[in-house]
């Protein structure tokens, strides 16, 4: 019986891959915990599916694909990226314009799309918490995270400026939705970055990577982060000792692009319209707990209420969190990394 | 008469027929020099002059002027080599008199183990630091259970952790050349100078180091430069604080459109790099040092 299957299955392979010889598209993600659930969900039974073969890379994020465009020598046909590099990517002229007449969109979220980059993921940054150290009654806010007299112990805080300064305001007593308001002027900005020099004494890592910062929680390193969900999931599952919190989280979503000159464009297009589809957004939660960006992949029933309630997307949890504002980082990313980097290295 | 001088022409002819194979020998590698070196930094420096609109200016130095954080990063890139190197010294330096007054079969053998952190990846001993040293690795475990000290010791996210990776990494760039100097002396010249009536102490000092010199020099020039260019290492066990400028070059390169703003660092960087040499070579005859020159 087993024998049968794996024929059927690697006569279908054999067949598919025969009308499809030489489609190909190559793309380049993140690594580790995250691309390996790209992968199982989309990438590979995608792949299964529409016969065109996928070759996977990890990569260092749109500064590769600057360096590929400006020297002419694109080998990327899709990237990962998270939605801020990839607008200012497409404010360089690095990328494709997707065609949205191949790549099917009806039923995404809106905002979670744009010209230049459609929807994966939704994902939030999050702190998490060390189960040993505080139980499971942690932080619920970012004050908490800042008070030091009520949680004793150690920090770990994003090494670059993307993510870094809501909270610090948060934590300074501005609601959620004037954060962007108050970040709109560099005395705001410095308002912030003040904030995060209060607790850089108590900050004993500055984390530079998903991968870091769910390692730093694994060891125990220390008692109190900053991060991206589902990389805490994935980390906990593995028997680390964390936990967050959605409340006064920031909401905001990875998308794929297309370089500009990639060398299997059209192919690249119909990939994204496969992966963009309900029945294989539905899968990724089961291997990172990272929300659909179409909607419909909550009406397949593969997604259980259970499943929805951890995903950053569901109603109840959006709700709590703040949403990333892609203008504020267009505008203000590069002159607040600056500051941000004055304070890093005092 | 006529006959010497031709003899001195034929001579002459040799001489430059000689100078001219010779030159030929070296063309190739000359060619690769000025293929793989002067070229991409002639390019590096024009291109540091580059703005963000693709125009001439010197917005890129202006922002080093302009921003505390890059002298400080300077500053901190400077210290960590300074002190990298001197920890070499101090550690390889007695190591190589050790191991050079050993029996030659156990001297090489010694060396084997000197050199075999060189097969495993710089990146492979960087994490493997990194679970040695962190708050629940196993040294803190160890000294713990032992009852050494109580509290975890920070030993690493930090400038001490830094410094352990980049002495481990460079030590057999120091221990080398300077172990090379000390197999070349004549050991005999310790008996002449005890037999002179110096105590080992003084024949130690008057004899056998100036010898060492030049192995020391050309060992510590090399160790001072590479840590100049270092990343992966206090990348890692840094823990983000401690900021070298190729860290910041990476930064740079992601953080603005231009390719000028990360090259201006590496050309400050190989500037002020040409000028410490400099000052050195006038204080200290370079040449003779390294073992180089008559």
Known sequence: MKTRTLLTISAAVMATSAFAQDKSVTIASWGGSYQEAQSKALFEPAAANTGIEVKQETYGGMSDVRLQVSSGQVTLDIVASGSGSAARAAAEGLLEKLDYSVIDVSTFYPGLYTDYCVGGDVFSTVYAWNTNTYGDAGPQSWADFWDVEKFPGSRAYRGGVAGALEPALMADGVAPEDVYSVLDSEEGIERAIDKIRELKPNISVFWTSGAQHAQLMKDGEVDMTTGWNGRFDNAAKDGAMVKYSFNQALL??????????????????????????????????????????????????????????????????????????????????????????EMMTE | MVAARINETGLRRDERLEQLKLFGLGL??????????????GWLFYVSFIGADGTFSLENYERMLKRKSYARIFQTTFEISFLTTGLCILIGYPLAYFISGLPTRIANLCLITVLLPFWTSLLVRTYAWLVLLQKRGLVNDWGISLGLWDEPIKMVHNMTGTLIGMVHIMLPFLILPVYGAMRAIDRDLMKAAANLGASPKRAFWTVLFPLT??????????????????????????????????????????????????????????????????????????????????
């Open chain 1, 252 to 341: 905001d979503y990875d998308c794929f692009a297309v370089p500009k000159g990639a060398p299997n464009r059209d192919t690249a297009m119909a990939f994204l319209n496969e992966i963009s589809k309900p029945e294989y957004q539905d899968d990724l939660p089961k291997y990172i707990t990272y929300g659909p960006t179409n909607k419909a992949a909550y009406d397949t029933g593969e997604i259980t209420a259970e499943v929805a309630m951890g995903l950053p997307s569901s109603p109840d949890n959006a709700a709590m969190q703040l949403p990333v504002s892609l203008d504020w980082y267009a505008k203000w990313e590069t002159i607040a990394a600056e500051m941000y980097q």
């Open chain 2, 28 to 41: 190739p590698a000359m060619l690769l020099i000025l293929v793989i070196l002067v070229i991409p930094v």
């Open chain 2, 213 to 294: 010199l030049p192995g020391l020099f050309a060992g510590s020039l090399m160790v001072f430069i590479l840590c100049l260019g270092f990343f992966v290492t206090p990348a890692v066990l840094g823990g983000g604080k401690v900021i070298m400028v190729s860290m910041q070059i990476v930064s740079n390169i992601e953080l603005f459109v231009n390719w000028g703003a990360a090259s201006a660092l590496g050309v400050v960087l190989l500037v002020s790099t040409m000028v410490i040499l400099w000052i050195a070579s006038r204080f200290l005859n370079l040449e003779k040092m390294t073992g180089g020159g008559h």
